[in-house]
């Protein structure tokens, strides 16, 4: 069902000094920011020569990713997104297997304008899972 | 200086419940366990179609990882590893940085039997960096 690592997504309290660090210090090709207000981020993307790292740091009021910095102020790896071929057949397998899915269990359109699901942390070794259909 | 993303760690504490979970939910390939005893550590890989994550658990007295479980029982992300070309001239760029090199700041040679170091959370917005020789 796994096909590629999409991405590790990190938040970070500054994306501005993050993306200095990866860009200077790491040597790595880094994106400029993108705001993505209707998902709570800006975003940076680290290219890497087989997958991405996405920096992420909070947009607006209520972002989603702002109660993991008020408890990881220095920042830190928020979730890991795989892709799937399926995400309906994803899903069905998933609950099948009694794996929860957070939200409504509706695939939304994600920050790449495909659908995307998120699975509960505490279903997968601690580990938010976000599931992408490319 | 970044190559690939060579692996992303999750550290679990129970390795076989976390196997199962990628290899029969998530329907992903899954190695069997290797004990890595001068690593403090058991390992298992997920081999994805572009990069691997490795689930750890904790083997024998001080493992590296002891610490990281108690704070996060459930397990969770515990590094991210990237490729570089050359170690030495990657530390050299680092500290000259500023960036802390944990240890002794000399390369040891990791799990994969090359020579890796890791860097400081705290300079790398809270994530552990490996990095490794390729």
Redesign the interface.
Known sequence: ?????NH?A?A?PDLEK?SA??R?????KVSAPQALPEHGVTVVF?E????K?E?LEPLGEGSPIAGFLSK??????HH?C?EVADIMAARD??KA?G?RILGDGKPKIGAHGKPVLFLH???????LVELEQV
């Open positions: 069902m796994l096909g590629k690592l590790v990190i970070v993050a660090l990866y200077d210090t790491l040597g790595a680290i890497l020569d087989n997958t790292v920096l990881n102020p220095d920042g830190g790896m890991i795989y397998r998933l297997d794996a942390p505490k279903d997968f070794a601690g580990t």
